[in-house]
């Protein structure tokens, strides 16, 4: 529900209004002057409207469900600042600046939303040119989204966080774009919330970040990576996931490759790193090769609050390029890995397969209830 209290002038191709306030539940805008344009078929003019600085605070939850459901739950107050223009097509946002009250959290951006009439086309996205926080700060955004919460924690060591780059809003994903500042270096990020898959996908590059710092782990220092990640949030099959194995973790795989890193005193370059978690347990292998002997590493760990607890198997390979025998079990060894991978998607694909069938049986019997209570 909302009330609007403006002065109006009327003229024969618009109207002028002045002195605007819009008023909901949780919202107060006002803006001093606004122009609508009527649409004109003879003159080929579309509906179109322009405000001066709209100012106020609101609950993000009463001016973004129409366009980002995900956002209905944000109760956070904020203040905010933007001029905006339009037509009955699409909007444009100028000069926005978002904060909290407490100034712990501020962002300033440009934006906008085109294929208003359009559901499945409905495109909504944001340049952000500067956002800063904290830790803290960001896990109690965190907490406005109905989703599962992992590595807070970890959130929490980044330290104060900045971020420069684009949001960007479609039919059933949200994409993360840019360049995230924090007190333990800066990544690269790119990020997709597929909703109709239930999968979150990303890359993650960094060249330094004080990883240590962040999982608190002292001996190790800076690290620079390119990482890929698949995580999955399906309800339905999370649920399966939990119900067979318990566990705290997220389920999903990583798959990254350090360019540099070091451990103690010892520094190491260009390592294939995979982690693999099933909900219960994180298994992750690391591999450096070189000419003569290659390092080689398993790890584990069953929480995110206490990685730094992790079981850690460390192992050295001596190989030689003229003895056969050893050339021979490298090989073999790669044959038994590719084989092991390949029966483990195997049997994931077999999972989600099953897991989809169960969602889908579980719609029909609800869609078949409802029908019966008509």
């Given at each position: 529900?909302?009330t609007?209290?403006?002065y ?8 002028h ?25 003879k003159?080929?003019?579309?509906l ?18 129409p366009f ?13 600042k ?15 600046h978002?904060?909290t009250?407490d ?15 359009e ?29 599962k919460?992992f ?23 949200e ?10 270096g ?7 919330l597929?909703?109709?898959?239930k ?24 690290v620079?990576?390119?990482?890929n ?6 309800k ?21 490759t ?12 260009d ?50 390029s003229q003895?056969?025998?050893?050339e ?9 890995a ?7 998607e ?23 209830a ?5």
């Amino acid at each position: 529900r909302s009330t609007l209290f403006p002065y109006t002038t009327l003229f024969r191709s618009s109207i002028h209004l002045t002195d605007v306030t819009i008023q909901q539940e949780n919202t107060v805008l006002t803006f001093d002057e606004g122009t609508l344009y009527f649409p004109s078929k003879k003159k080929g003019k579309k509906l179109a409207y322009k405000t001066s600085l709209i100012s106020g605070t609101t609950l993000l939850k009463d001016i973004s469900r129409p366009f980002v459901p995900a956002l209905r739950n944000f109760t956070i107050p904020l203040e905010l600042k933007v001029l905006l223009s339009g037509t009955d097509e699409g909007m444009k946002f100028s000069d926005i600046h978002v904060n909290t009250q407490d100034q712990r959290f501020a962002l300033d951006a440009d934006g906008g939303i085109t294929n208003l009439n359009e559901k499945e086309e409905l495109d909504i996205r944001f340049h952000v040119k500067d956002m800063k926080t904290t830790g803290n700060v960001a896990e109690e955004i965190i907490n406005q989204f109905m989703v599962k919460k992992f590595m807070m924690k970890q959130l929490k060591n980044l330290g104060t966080i900045g971020f420069v780059g684009d949001v960007i809003i479609i039919w059933k994903k949200e994409i993360f774009q840019g360049l995230l500042r924090t007190d333990a270096g800066n990544l690269n990020v790119n990020l997709v919330l597929d909703e109709d898959t239930k999968y979150i996908l990303g890359t993650v590059r960094t060249s330094g970040i004080h990883l240590g710092k962040v999982v608190e782990m002292k001996d190790i220092g800076d690290v620079a990576l390119t990482a890929n990640f698949n995580f999955d949030f399906s309800k339905p099959r999370t649920a399966q996931m939990r119900k067979l194995k318990g566990g705290k973790l997220p389920i999903g795989k990583i798959n990254a490759t350090v360019q540099k890193a070091s451990f103690k005193k010892i520094h190491f370059d260009d390592i294939d790193v995979t982690i693999n978690s099933d909900g219960a347990v994180a298994q992750g292998n690391l591999h450096q090769r070189n000419k003569i002997i290659d390092v080689l590493c398993s790890f584990s760990f069953t929480s995110t609050d206490s990685i730094h607890k992790m079981k850690i198997r460390p192992n050295l390979k001596w190989h030689k390029s003229q003895d056969n025998s050893l050339e021979k079990q490298r090989k073999k060894e790669e044959k038994a890995a590719k084989k092991q991978q390949k029966a483990e998607e195997k049997a994931l694909k077999k999972q989600q397969k099953a897991a989809a069938k169960a969602e889908k049986k579980r719609l029909k019997a609800e869609a078949k209830a409802a029908k019966n209570q008509q």
